[in-house]
Each structure stands twice: as C-alpha cells, then as structure tokens.
C-alpha cells in the first residue's frame, strides 16, 4: 500500500479508537431488543422515541407478552398533534414517553416489568373482559371526558423528556414542516451529488464526448453520449438496489452496521488521500493499460456503421466500465444502503430514495453532456472544484461512519 495512504489511514482510525475507548458501551452495543407487532386500532397506543431506554424497555415487554401496539413515533409530526390531542384530555400530562393509553388510561414512563408491566397487564385484561364499556383511542380523542395521570414509581422513571416542537418549522404558505420527514431526501441528494463527483467515472465520460465532437455529427453526440449516460445510471440504480435488498434480506445487525461504519471511516480517509495525496482527477483505480483499452473500444464502436450495432456496443462498454469503477464509489452507496435498510420506511420511500441518490448522482455528468452538446466542447471538472468535492465528501463520509459506530439513532429518521 502507497505509504502516504497508509498514513491517512493510521491519522482517520486513531481518533476512531480513542473513542471506543472512552465510550466502550456505544462502541460495543449490543443489538436492539425486540419491538411488538404494530397494528392499527390496537387495544394499547404507546407514544414512543426511537432513542429513549424507557421506551425500549416497555416494547421488548410487550413483544414477549406478544400483544399488538399502535406505536406513535414522537419524532413524526402526526404523532405531536395526537400527542397535543392527548393533552388536552389530560392537562398534567408532561412531554415525556414512553405515553401508554389503554382503556382511557393514561401512563407514562416504565419502571421494570413487575411493576409498570403488571399495572398495563391488568388494565389489558379489564378492558378485554368488557369491551362493550370501554373506550377506545379514537373515542377518548373524540369525546369530552378527561383522564388521571398514572406515573412509574420513582422520579427517574417518569420516562424520557421530549420537545415534540423541536422537529417542525412553520414555513409560509406550507405550514408546519416535520424537518424529520425531510431528512432521508436530504442526505439521499447529498450522498448522490458527491457521490457523482469522482475521477474514475469522469474521465470515460469526457474521453468519450471528445470522441464523439470529433466525428462533427450532433445525432451521434446525442444518441451515443445519451446512450452510455442512461446506462450508467440505470446500471448503478440497480447496483445500490441489490446492495439494499442484500441489508434488507439480513436484517437489521449490529455489527454489520458497524462494519459499515469502519468501512466509512476508511472511505473517508481514502478521500482526503484522493484530495491531498494526489492528483484529484486521476483515477487510482483504473491504470493507463486500462485506460489505453477502454479508448480503442471507444473507437472502434464509433467506427460502426450500424445504429443498433454503435448503440449496443456503448450500453456494453457503459456496463463494464461502471462495473470496473465500482471500486472507487463503494464506500457512499454503502453507507446510503445501511442507512436505508434500518430505516422503517415503505419500501415506495426507499426506491424513492434510490432514484433521488441516482438522480444526483448523474447530475454533473449531464452538466458536462449538455455543454459538450451546446459548445461541442468536452470539458471535466477542475482540479481546484475536484478537491472541495473530495475534501467535503471525506468530511461526511467520516461522521456518517463514526454515527454508525456510536450514535446509529441520529441517522434513524421519521
């Protein structure tokens, strides 16, 4: 290994287990505890956050009592408006979860399964011996009558103090805003666009569009440039798709996820060596051999006579170049896939998310088609421009990584 690689590594890695020394019970945490079966209409509605012990205390308590929960993230702006509701029925009510209600009871905070646990059992089993006289969450919301407040025993199990204000911003026009909400197409749009921004995929681009200026034929521009550009995307669609689905068929594991996070780390490192190491537009994965191969399958394609024949000879190299290039571009997919894959979003909002990361991650390459096309000019990224991008990218690479290592609930999102 080069040795001034070797030392971006030893200086990224050192801070990294410093703190796994003073913090051993983030860095080595276990996996999370099981949560209950969620079901709307569920005799127990339960106000919960994902990073409050109480709260996980009470829904590993419910999965062994296999009951079903209607589970109300606090972070989610429709779980603070029921909250507010809740409020309005019982005015002592503190902005604290866990919030259990059951029957038109109302507790909140979890003391140990004995006693909290015994309490919410009992009511449980009152409310399903004469349910044509109980009330249901939605009729307690609806109704006028007020409830009592039952606490856990003991000041430090009142549960875990929430601001439910804390993630909504009041925007004109749109109204209340959950930021929370927005944080999965935000960081889809940050990883996709410095994700783009990489030598190894740059440089068959711009090589290729010279080419092409070079035959002085405009349609050829635009089909085959447009060609090797949707092929590439697709291609690297389908690659973080198969990356996701691979997190998603496993599971959610612990040390998986920091596997990831340590790999982040390296990637980071790897990109302020790319940034101060080295020349920015050079490619450490692909060596001039390579490079010499690739040109003459270039132009051997563009010397065809045949539109299917040229067409399909450029989705062909647009696959096999990408998949080369992979190399360079593994630590931001991975970083993106695991974040998506503990995420408990729809599987609609995942792909969503993975379209948004392609949608940004091809966004240089057609700035650079469409000046090509406008100027017949092929031109990449300056060195200045492609080390910001590299130093930024490292920067986010490596808090991404030490999130995952030791505060994972920061990139669980609503």
Known sequence: MNRRLTLFFIAAFLPIAALALLFPERAFRTPPVPA????????????????????????????????????????????????????????????????????????QGYKDDATTGGRLKTLLMQYRTDKANGVTFDEFLSGSETAKLETAEGACDKGCSVDIGSYLLDVPILGEVDLALLSLPTLSVLLGFLDGFNPCAMWVLVTLLTLLIATRDPKKVWMIGGTFLFVSGAMYYLFIAAWLNAFLVIGFNAWIQKIIGLVAIGGGAFYFYEAFGKDPNACAVTDLKQKRKIMDRMKSILEKSAWPAMLLGVSILAVSVNAIELVCTAGLPAIFTQILAFNEVSALARYGAVGLYILLYMIDDVVIFAIAVYTLHATGLTKKYARFTLIFGGFLMYALGALLLFAPEVLTFA
């Open 36 to 107: 209950p079966a969620t079901a709307t209409g569920a005799d127990i509605v339960a106000f919960v956050s994902k990073d409050c012990p109480h709260c996980a205390a009470f829904k590993a308590f419910a999965a062994s009592q296999e009951w079903q929960v209607e589970l109300y993230d606090i972070a989610n702006a429709e779980s603070q408006a029921l909250f507010r509701q809740l409020q309005e029925h019982v005015r002592e009510l503190r902005q604290s979860v866990p919030t259990i209600v059951i029957n038109g009871h109302v507790l």
